[in-house]
């Protein structure tokens, strides 16, 4: 079956970016959110394209409601949507609570927690069958960090991602008879250039030791949990939080 409608935020890089290519190669189309590096989605774009995918770049910040209205419009016009990945997320620079302002901690619930729900908003109005659509996936993008807490690094972040836990149980209850399943996925250190913004290049790699594998994941890794929360094949799966980590 093909053209079903995915969409991946922050599809430009990282997990998201990994997350499009496996979407595209299950046959969606994918809608390729980016906050500002149009260079990075265009490639994922054209990756896509020149494996006879189809997909389009749209530029969309989740801490700004009229981009999100922009990006699910935009979807609108590529087709039926089938599934969000509610994946753009940032980490702050390491730092005590003790040393975070009101600014930092208002951006990363704005763009982390309101965000992400705001596309779900979107989302649900178009595939819940109550609202005449056909169904579909949510998969949000939490983090083990939910648990963990993450003392001295980022406890704003860590409880951003806890909300996202509690956001996809209840979300999940709330449209399960509707057609609309709902799952998080919690990674655990994945290397991307998501520690590079928080100040920490190195930082995964630095905490490996941590893991239980002894390794850091991929995001190809984590993409193909994702694509297997999309498919039938998890068919049963809903209100759930699948900790891919490699045992953290
Ligand atoms: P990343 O490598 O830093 O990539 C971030 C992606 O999100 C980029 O495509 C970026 O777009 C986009 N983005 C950033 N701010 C945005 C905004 N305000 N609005 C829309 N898009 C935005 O991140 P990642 O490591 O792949 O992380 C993806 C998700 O997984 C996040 O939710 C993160 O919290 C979660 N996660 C990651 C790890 C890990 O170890 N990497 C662990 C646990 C959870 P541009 O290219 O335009 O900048």
Known sequence: MMHKVCIVTGGSRGIGR??????AKR?????????????????????????NGKAIAVKCDVGNESDILTL???????????ALINNAGIVGVTSRVDDMSAERIQRMMAINVTGSILCAREAV???STRHGGKGGVIVNLSSVAAKLGSPNTYVDYAAS??????????LGYEVANEGIR??????????????????EPDRAHRLSHMVP???????????????????????YVTSAILDVSGGR
């Open 182 to 199: 709902v799952a998080a996925i919690r990674p655990g250190l994945i290397d991307t250039d998501i520690h590079a913004s928080g100040g």
């Open 27 to 51: 046959r969606y189309k994918v809608v390729v959110g980016y906050a500002s590096n149009k260079a990075a989605a265009d490639e994922v774009v054209a990756q896509i394209e020149s494996s």
């Open 213 to 235: 594998m002894k390794r850091v994941g991929t995001a190809e890794e984590i993409a193909n949990a994702i694509v297997w929360l999309m498919s039938d094949d998890a068919s």
């Open 125 to 127: 109005k178009r595939m």
């Open 161 to 170: 991602k806890g909300a996202i836990d509690s956001f996809t149980v209840g």
């Open 72 to 82: 699910f419009k935009a979807a609108d016009q590529f087709g039926p949507l089938a």
């Open 18 to 23: 990994a997350t499009a290519l496996a979407a």
